[in-house]
T-cell receptor
Framework: DADVTQTPRNRITKTGKRIMLECSQTKGHDRMYWYRQDPGLGLRLIYY???????NKGEISDGYSVSRQAQAKFSLSLESAIPNQTALYFC?????????????FGPGTRLTVL | DAKTTQPTSMDCAEGRAANLPCNHSTISGNEYVYWYRQIHSQGPQYIIHGLKNNETNEMASLIITEDRKSSTLILPHATLRDTAVYYCIVRLTSGTYKYIFGTGTRLKVLA
């Protein structure tokens, strides 16, 4: 079983709809991240969380919100989706206990907003 | 925030060494250089990281210049499965452990 899972893997929605992307991990890591990737570009950080009570904005948090329901779960919400939020979304985790900070990425969610 | 500059694309013959350069001229003394790769549209995968010294693991070698303003990732014997986008990242040291991804180098390994 994959250590970092994302649901759904693909989603098509309409402008103005509320969308939630979910991320779960079995690695026991404290830190979780949400990134988006646009075609031909690198990943940009949306939000990150270092534990259940810690939520921080990344580079491009406008139009998004997150919820850290448990150590293993980190959800990303688009309150009112717009077409320029069409992108590939990745969740990642990392371990607090080492200085390595290797991030482990999920398989991604491809979101299309019409 | 330190930024990185990489060539947009490179080709490499299968079985040969692939040398991927990265410039990070504004890197701070306590910032690490990380390399990740992304195959197709999968999630990025960690390859290697370093601070000052050259590093080697089962996947690759990392050569960092003495002034730390640039580095090179070396895949010693590239295979077709190494075709991917390679990202050079400088890890911020503000306590947040955030990554800033650039656009990466698209490496194509040719048969």
């Amino acid at each position: 079983d994959a250590d970092v899972t994302q649901t759904p893997r693909n989603r098509i929605t309409k402008t103005g709809k509320r969308i939630m992307l979910e991320c779960s991990q079995t690695k026991g890591h404290d830190r979780m991240y949400w990134y988006r990737q646009d075609p031909g570009l690198g990943l940009r950080l949306i939000y990150y969380s270092f534990d259940v009570k810690d939520i921080n904005k990344g580079e491009i948090s406008d139009g998004y919100s997150v919820s850290r329901q448990a150590q293993a779960k980190f959800s990303l919400s688009l309150e009112s989706a717009i077409p320029n939020q069409t992108a590939l979304y990745f969740c990642a985790t990392s371990d607090t206990g080492t200085s390595l900070n290797e991030q482990f990425f999920g398989p991604g969610t491809r979101l299309t907003v019409l | 925030d330190a930024k990185t500059t990489q060539p947009t694309s490179m080709d490499c013959a299968e079985g040969r060494a692939a040398n991927l350069p990265c410039n990070h001229s504004t890197i701070s003394g306590n910032e690490y250089v990380y390399w990740y790769r992304q195959i197709h549209s999968q999630g990025p995968q960690y390859i290697i990281h370093g601070l000052k010294n050259n590093e080697t693991n089962e996947m690759a070698s990392l050569i960092i210049t003495e002034d730390r303003k640039s580095s090179t990732l070396i895949l010693p014997h590239a295979t077709l499965r190494d075709t991917a986008v390679y990202y050079c990242i400088v890890r911020l040291t503000s306590g947040t452990y955030k990554y800033i991804f650039g656009t990466g180098t698209r490496l194509k390994v040719l048969a």
